[in-house]
C-alpha cells in the first residue's frame, strides 16, 4: 500500500518535533553553602586582661637570718616543700666568737656590780665619794645595755631551731647544710598558704575598670582549666620594669605554684546586645556587617561592635530575631547572594 506524499511529509515532521529540546531550558542558580545559628540577645562579661606569675604576696612571707655568723648544722627543707606552724625549719649554731663576746659581757656586767656593792660600802665608811658610787652605778648600766644588745642578736644562743611562723610553703633557701653564714644573711623564706598570689600586669588605660574585690578568671599559659580568683589590690603607680599596673589576685589556696606564668581576665562588668560568634562578624570590604539569611539569600545588616571576645561578640544593629544568622561562610558571600545552608 502507498502512502500518500503529504502524509510522508507530515509524518516525518512530526517526529523531527518530538525529538527536539525544549524552547527554554531551566538553568541552576550557583549558592553558597553556609552555617547559621538563630540571633540572641544577651550579654556577655567585659574584662581586662593582664599577664604575671604567681608569688608570695609581700606582706605574705617570713624571711629567716640571723643577726649573728653561725653554720648552717642541719637543713631540714627545701624550695616548695609545705610545712606546718611550729615545724623545723633548719638548726643554726652561733659563731664561737659571738658566743665569747656574750660571755665577756657577762663577765662585764657581773664585774661592774661588784664594784658598785664596794663603792658603795666604801662610801658608808666616808672612804668614797658620791661622784665615784655615781661612776659604779653608770658602769653597771652600760654593761646591762651591751649585754641587753647581744642577748637581743642572739649571741648568747649556743645552737637554735628556726622553726615556721605559720602554715605555708618554703618558697626559697639560700643556704647548703653546712654553710658558715655572715650577720645578717639570708637563710630561707616562707610564704602563707594564705599569702601566695598571681601578680599580673595590665595596660595603664585600663586601670580606672579595675577595683578590688572584682572576680577573675585565671588560665595557665601552660594549658590547663581555668580557676576563679579575686581582686585583693591596684598599685597606683607603674612597674619600674614592666611599666604596667601590678594587680594582686587571690586565687584558691594550693591550686597553683610559686612561679607560674598565668593569664588573668578581670571581669568589670557585662554588655548587652545581640550575641552573636566572633567568625560570623565581617570587617572586611567596608563597615562592620554580619549577614542573615531571607528568601535564600544572605542580606547584609550593618552592626556596631560593643565588645570581642573568644566567648562571643556582642554587637548592636537592625538584626531580624526571626531570620538566621550566617555563621561559617560569612566571608564568602555578598549581599544578596544565593545561599543554602546548615544548622
Known amino acids: 500500500m502507498r502512502v500518500p506524499l503529504g502524509l510522508s511529509i507530515a509524518l516525518a515532521l512530526s517526529g523531527c518535533g518530538a525529538g527536539g529540546t525544549p524552547d527554554s531550558a531551566q538553568t541552576a542558580v550557583p549558592s553558597a553553602l553556609v552555617s547559621t545559628v538563630a540571633p540572641i540577645q544577651g550579654s556577655l562579661p567585659q574584662t581586662v586582661t593582664g599577664y604575671g606569675t604567681v608569688a608570695p604576696a609581700l606582706n605574705g612571707t617570713r624571711s629567716f637570718n640571723e643577726a649573728q655568723p653561725g653554720q648552717i648544722t642541719r637543713l631540714m627543707v627545701a624550695p616548695g616543700t609545705a610545712v606546718r606552724r611550729g615545724q623545723p625549719l633548719a638548726s643554726f649554731a652561733t659563731a664561737p666568737a659571738s658566743r665569747s663576746l656574750y660571755r665577756q659581757a657577762v663577765d662585764a656586767l657581773s664585774a661592774a656590780r661588784k664594784q658598785r656593792t664596794t663603792t658603795a660600802q666604801l662610801l658608808s665608811q666616808q672612804l668614797a665619794t658620791q661622784d665615784q658610787l655615781v661612776q659604779a652605778e653608770k658602769a653597771v648600766s652600760d654593761a646591762q645595755t651591751a649585754l641587753a644588745a647581744l642577748q637581743a642578736d642572739g649571741a648568747g644562743n649556743g645552737e637554735q631551731t628556726l622553726t615556721a611562723p605559720f602554715d605555708g610553703v618554703v618558697t626559697t633557701v639560700s643556704v647548703a647544710q653546712g654553710d658558715r653564714t655572715q650577720a645578717g644573711a639570708p637563710i630561707l623564706t616562707v610564704a602563707k598558704g594564705t599569702g601566695i598570689i598571681v601578680t599580673a600586669g595590665v595596660d595603664p588605660a585600663e586601670r580606672g575598670r579595675v577595683a578590688v574585690g572584682q572576680s ?6 601552660s594549658g590547663g582549666t581555668s580557676l576563679t580568683g579575686r581582686v585583693l589590690r591596684v598599685s597606683n603607680a607603674l612597674n619600674a620594669k614592666t611599666r604596667l599596673v601590678d594587680v594582686d589576685v587571690a586565687f584558691p589556696v594550693g591550686s597553683l605554684l610559686p612561679g607560674e606564668a598565668m593569664q588573668v581576665a578581670i571581669a568589670t562588668g557585662h554588655v548587652a546586645g545581640w550575641v552573636v560568634p566572633h567568625r560570623s562578624v565581617v570587617t572586611a570590604g567596608g563597615p562592620t556587617h554580619v549577614f542573615q539569611v531571607s528568601g535564600g539569600k544572605a542580606v547584609a545588616v550593618p552592626v556596631t561592635v560593643a565588645l ?19 555563621v561559617d561562610g560569612a566571608y564568602q558571600v555578598s549581599d544578596g547572594a544565593a545561599v543554602r545552608w546548615t544548622r
Not at 216 to 221: E, G, Q, T
Open 308 to 326: 570581642a571576645s573568644d566567648a562571643g561578640d556582642v554587637v548592636s544593629g537592625a538584626l531580624d530575631p526571626r531570620r538566621r544568622l550566617i
Open 216 to 221: 577573675a578568671s585565671l588560665f595557665r599559659l
